[in-house]
């Protein structure tokens, strides 16, 4: 069974976890309606993504 030979000391600890923060998720804004929105997603305000209705709901 493997274990350290050495305690891993703090430094080396929150280094290797420097990558694992959370991040916020990026936001775009709608052309149609100037609503904020997800990157490559379908606008929840006005139901269009790339100038096309996706949602059925025409306004």
């Known amino acids: 069974m493997a ?3 050495k305690k ?3 430094s080396k600890r929150d280094m290797r976890r ?3 923060a959370l ?3 990026g ?3 709608c052309p149609q ?7 490559h997603r379908a606008c929840p305000g006005c139901g ?3 100038g096309k209705d996706v949602t ?3 306004e």
Request: hydrophobic share 15%.
């Open 27 to 29: 936001i775009s804004t």
């Open 23 to 25: 991040q916020a998720p």
């Open 33 to 39: 309606c100037r609503e904020p929105k997800q990157p």
């Open 8 to 10: 891993t000391s703090k």
């Open 3 to 5: 274990v350290p030979k």
């Open 48 to 50: 269009t993504y790339k």
């Open 18 to 20: 420097s990558h694992d």
């Open 56 to 58: 059925g709901s025409a």
